[in-house]
């Protein structure tokens, strides 16, 4: 018998070898699950005996000593209770109490005469407890109406010996009467028979003197006779303090005795509970420990069948999956990261027809893919440098124009600026001569006023070559706060010449001066000098020649209207007004690129510009900016 081959787990996958490894291990499992079936079920039978014998004798055990302790509480209320209705709730209490001892004794195993008649005597005692603490209210109710008629009876001697000629003799009498009316109040409170026997004795020898000095007094009324009669009869043994005193205390005593009797048969009911819970303990103990017994021969079982399981576990986890599955998958992984890396002419190796040699495949599949998507990229980034260059070149030229426009600005400014610089200067030559003329006549407080005026013309044409400098030069990219007024101004400084040519009536409005708007500030004069510019042109064969510039705020946002009342734009242009090189002016008046700059300028600025025309009749152009904190 040849030995057998195993060369049909060759052509199994990882997860069929996976599979019968799993098949493998759950048939142990199996096993151990049964043999632990079979311990639960045998542990299921001692639990049901526990249920249905011990346990419940044990929960009968503790409800009677709960039931015990409760008479014990309960049975003193029956004595120290101050109402009838707390006497009737502890009796019911009570009752019911025995009531459920005697039904919960009868389901015990060993229940017997015994019980019975410890339950009746029980019952029996507090029976007579209630029915004689019941009697001592009653007899310490009459002492309270015995109590209540002998003060007013007391009150009545007094008022009558009071209406007696006082004698040495009355005086002691009113002495003792006093003493004897203490006496009578501490009746109610004696609480032995001694103390009674003492008190009564006391209140006899007081009776027997007030008697023998009576009969000193020489005149006696016969209604006080009477009443000192009744007094002490009601006060002497044979009267019925005596008698209803001396009775509670009798029921008192019985009634000590019937609650330490009552308690004693509840102690030896206890002792008998206590004896049958020991017994039940110990059932319930030899029960468990043969259950643990079962238990651990269980567990040893479970234990070997699971170490045989992770045996087998573990060598299929070391000889299939470490050395043959996971030694493939960390080849497959390097060969990755590899590719990941760029390094795509990795050798990938592709060994046997499992899933490790499928995802081998695909890798390869993906290695092909990407040096395409490499090639692909390289033609993509040699694209984007020649992309990003040509915008570079476009931003240079785009400043450029931007500059080229101020230039030509200020070219079409120059007229106006060589007036306003010619004209200080003339004045400086004047004033020079006059100076000149003063020295000689030694008036040097006229000269020196002719100089300070020089002085004067001289700044203002610094401030007026300063001006020109800083707007012709390179403007910045940062956008900060720029106040909005001074812009203004500088920019109709600059076009002042202009408009005075035109005889153009400028309105300047501005909410406030304090203004200010997120731009760089000579990019912005710039715009303004392009809109004033071209406001000038359109007036300049206008009937009414008017130039207004209105400042406003409104939701966070300043708005800068410009309004000139001239020809106007056509409808048909107003969407082209931004195109560059796009003018309505001669052949030679113009280039078309202010607006169009203006715009790019504003855009930089987060902002807007809109324009609204009414042909001869005028335009406005609209700047919105975003308003900054100062």
Known sequence: MGIPSFSWLRNIGIGGRL????????????????????????????????????????????????KSRQI???????????????????????????????????????????????????SNSLTLLNQSVERREVIRQELAKHSLFVF???????????????????????????YFSGLIEKVSNDTSFNELDYTFLRLEKLGAEIAEYLTLLPQVPSSLQESLFDLLTMSSRKGPLFQLKNEELDLLYQQSFLLENSQQHIQQLAAQINQYTNDTNTSIRGSLERAIKSIHGSIRNILLLSLISLSIACAISWFYVRRNVLQRIIELQQNMRAIASSQLDTKIRIVGHDEVSSMARDLQYFQKTAIQVEQTNQTLAAEIEERVAAEAQLKAAQNELVQAGKLAALGKLGVGITHEINQPLTAIASHLHTAGRHMEKAQMDKAQTSLQKISLLLTKITRITKHLKAFARVAGTELTPVCLDAVIRDAIELMSSQIDDQSCQLDYQMSASSLYVLAEPIRLEQVMVNLISNAVDALSSAAIKRLTIQVYERNNRIFIDVTDTGIGIEENQIEQIFDPF?????????????????????????????????????????????????
């Open 582 to 630: 796009f003018t309505q002016k001669e052949v030679g008046q113009g280039l078309g690129l202010g607006l169009s700059i203006s715009y790019n300028i504003v855009q930089d600025f987060g902002g807007q510009i809109r324009v609204s025309s009414t042909p001869e009749i005028g335009s406005r152009f609209t700047l919105e900016l975003a308003k900054a904190e100062q």
């Open 152 to 178: 007013p009876l007391f009150q009545d001697v007094i008022y009558q010996i009071d209406q007696i000629h006082s004698t040495p003799e009355l005086e002691e009498v009113i002495h003792r009467l006093y």
């Open 19 to 66: 599979f019968l490894a799993f098949v493998l291990i759950s048939s142990i499992t199996i096993v151990a699950s049964g043999m632990a079936t079979n311990t639960y079920l045998q542990l299921s039978d001692r639990l049901l005996l526990l249920k249905q014998q011990d346990i419940p004798g044990l929960d009968a055990a503790a409800r009677l000593n709960d």
């Open 72 to 122: 014990v509480a309960t049975a003193p209320l029956l004595v120290t209770s101050d109402s009838s209705v707390a006497r009737d709730k502890a009796m019911r209490e009570l009752n019911s109490a025995i009531r459920e001892m005697d039904s919960l004794m009868r389901n015990l195993p060993d229940y017997n005469r015994y019980f019975l008649e410890l339950i009746t005597q029980i």
